[in-house]
């Protein structure tokens, strides 16, 4: 199947700097990628759609200024927390279509477990 | 309201005994997608079975079956002989409408798996 490979799979930072996470569709074009967090025990929660060439759509409640999304290029997006904090500690994790028209499945990356100090 | 609602937050079953997780979806689309996926403690999510709202026989992946009563806006997943390596959370999604944008997916809380000797 698709594969969607995300990076760094773990990451700690200070708090007040930024950290980028790279998700990328490794044998497939993707034009629309998806942002989720988690908080420990408790379900996915998507934050954004990011769409290849144009500006991210976020969900309600979720900062644009403080989640950047950039979509450059048809295999990569990326979410840089910026300015982070203690409270955005969480597991992200981005997804992707496999063949466009499919609908059966949504390939997800390997997570990446962020922990702001 | 919630659009999935997975009622079961833990869930004990044999190893060799068959065990079903409950879901049950809301919407108002015509056109759907119900997916279900399992998350290890590693964190990544792993891709189980598909039901779109069109088909009308049950979906099947190996030791997976996906009980689709659409009157009763239920998808519950069945797994058969169950094994320990079975012992995950598990998620219920949906995808609203047609895929057209992609698979913008909304997962109930999960259910968390143990299977024992």
């Known amino acids: 199947g698709a594969v969607v490979s995300q990076h760094p799979s773990w990451v700690i930072c200070k708090s007040g700097t930024s950290v980028k996470i790279e998700c990328r569709s490794l044998?497939?074009?993707?034009?629309?990628m998806f942002w989720y967090r988690q908080f420990p025990k408790q379900s996915l929660m998507l934050m954004a759609t990011?769409?290849?060439?144009?500006?991210?759509?976020?969900e309600q409640g979720v900062e644009k200024d403080k989640f950047l999304i950039n979509h450059a290029s048809l295999t990569l997006s990326t979410l840089t927390v910026t300015s982070a904090h203690p409270e955005d500690s969480s597991f992200y994790i981005c997804?992707?279509?496999?063949?466009?028209?499919?609908?059966?499945?949504?390939?997800f990356g390997q997570g990446t477990r962020l922990t702001v100090v | 309201a919630q659009k999935i609602t997975q009622t079961q937050p833990g869930m004990f079953v044999q190893e060799k005994e068959a065990v079903t997780l409950d879901c049950t979806y809301d919407?108002?689309?015509?056109?759907?997608?119900l997916f279900w996926y399992k998350q290890p403690s590693s964190g990544e999510m792993i891709f189980l079975i598909y039901?779109?709202?069109?088909?009308?026989q049950n979906a099947t992946e190996g030791r997976y079956s996906l009980n689709f009563q659409k009157a009763r806006k239920s998808a519950n997943l069945v797994i058969s002989a169950s094994q320990l390596g079975d012992s995950a959370m598990y998620f219920c999604?949906?995808?609203?409408?047609?895929?057209?944008?992609?698979?913008?997916?909304?997962f109930g809380t999960g259910t968390q798996l143990k299977v024992e000797l």
């Open positions: 919407t108002s689309d015509q056109s759907y997608g």
């Open positions: 990011s769409n290849e060439g144009s500006k991210a759509t976020y």
């Open positions: 039901q779109g709202s069109y088909d009308e």
């Open positions: 044998d497939f074009q993707a034009t629309t």
């Open positions: 999604a949906m995808r609203e409408g047609l895929e057209g944008g992609g698979n913008k997916l909304t």
């Open positions: 997804s992707a279509n496999g063949v466009p028209g499919q609908n059966t499945e949504a390939f």
